[in-house]
């Protein structure tokens, strides 16, 4: 195998797929990316058994080869080399990569690539596409809702589904910690319609918002019973969908919350954010006193002191007094759009609704916190 390529389109295909690759790996080739030069194009792949990403890009191409080589090296040499290098790959026998510019060289240790699994065999009945813009949306509104906890497992991944709205269907992406709830929708896709809710793991989803950051086209997507792949330009991932059933989302959504706040959503930013600093850094636990025309924030820690911050507010409803924990808070209003963020809220007990002026498809909920 040899190849000429220029850095800058190296790296690019690398830093994608290093993220693919686990740090640690009982199994030696999953360390490896799989390098195949032909046909005037450069295939690199990864996988970690649970997802697999496949990229596809263009350069010289002096003698077609196939090769595995340690993933997160090959990356760390390639970023240190000088910006603007042409890089030559070289592999003679598969045993060795020989990495050489002007004046540099490197020789990495090679697998055999007969060891790497086959991660394009699947098959997928069902696809349709979705802009690169809409789905970034989706994913930034609601990945940060995902949980990290592995006893539930089936909430380590975003929920897609179609849905009925009115008198409308529509595409629409959930995500909750069973603290928080992000609820998007968008239109429907061609070819989605009556489309089954699957979870989507969290780390795809990482995956696949660092490749459509670049991106500005359509992204294609293509659904089996068990995985799903996403296809842009040159670039496919594919992932095992997460099994077992998502939450019944919309039995947690209050329909009945009346009480009313609407504030600048860059001063309750703020407000929170030097409140929260003297909150425990465990619960990040911040309070709500609200009444006519005004929002008081405080927080109090046995062991640093308190704060408090009085803001004015539009506000309907009877006082009330609620906790809620900072950081989510701020999560959720630092997605908001709009000037303004309105709360609709019932009792210190029950969730808090959250809605975007400038987003009309989007709703958050936040559980309360006993203070």
């Given at each position: 195998m040899k ?28 360390a490896?990316?799989?390098i ?19 990229q ?19 990356h ?23 990495i050489?510019?002007?004046k ?40 940060f ?26 595409f ?47 992204v ?5 019973k068990?995985?799903i792949r ?28 009346t ?21 425990s ?9 609200l009444?006519?025309?005004?929002l ?35 999560d ?16 210190k ?6 809605f ?16």
């Open positions: 190849a000429i390529i220029e850095k800058k389109k190296l790296m690019q295909a690398l830093t994608h797929l290093h993220g693919v690759v686990e740090k640690r790996n009982t199994i030696p080739i999953l490896n990316v799989l195949e030069a032909k046909d005037n194009f450069l295939s690199l792949a990864a996988t970690d058994m649970e997802i697999a990403e496949l596809k890009v263009s350069c010289e191409i002096e003698q077609n080869g196939i090769i595995t080589t340690p993933a997160h090296v090959l760390d040499i390639v970023r240190k080399l000088p910006e603007n290098a042409l890089i030559e790959l070289e592999s003679s026998e598969g045993k060795k990569l020989e050489k510019t002007d540099i060289s490197f020789s990495l240790m090679c697998l055999n690539p007969k060891d790497f699994p086959d991660i394009h065999s699947a098959n997928f009945p069902d696809s349709f596409e979705i802009g690169a813009d809409k789905l970034s949306r989706l994913i930034d509104k609601t990945l809702s995902v949980s990290t906890e592995e006893t539930r497992y089936y909430l380590n991944g975003i929920y897609i589904h179609s849905v009925k709205e009115e008198n409308d269907e529509r629409r992406v959930v995500a909750t910690d069973g603290h928080r709830l992000s609820r998007l929708s968008t239109e429907l896709p061609l070819n989605a319609k009556n489309l089954e809710g699957v979870i989507i793991p969290r780390k795809t989803v990482i995956e696949l918002r660092k490749i459509i950051d670049s991106k500005q086209n359509t294609k997507i293509q659904l089996s068990n995985k996403f296809v842009i330009d040159n670039i496919s991932l594919t992932s095992k969908l997460l099994d077992g059933a998502f939450p019944d989302y919309e039995k947690v959504i209050p329909t009945n919350n009480k009313e706040l609407i504030i600048d959503n860059k001063e309750f930013i703020d407000a929170v954010d030097r409140v929260s600093t003297v909150s850094d465990r619960t990040r636990a911040i309070k709500f006193e009444s006519d025309k005004q008081i924030i405080s927080a109090e820690n046995p062991d640093q002191g308190s704060a408090k911050e009085y803001l004015n507010v539009h506000y309907t409803g009877d006082k009330l007094e609620i906790g809620f924990n900072s950081r989510y808070l701020l959720i209003a630092k997605q908001i759009s709009g000037a303004q963020v309105k709360f609709l809220l019932s009792d007990l029950s969730p808090t609704l959250i975007d002026d400038d987003d009309k498809q989007a709703l958050y909920l936040l559980m309360p916190m006993h203070i």
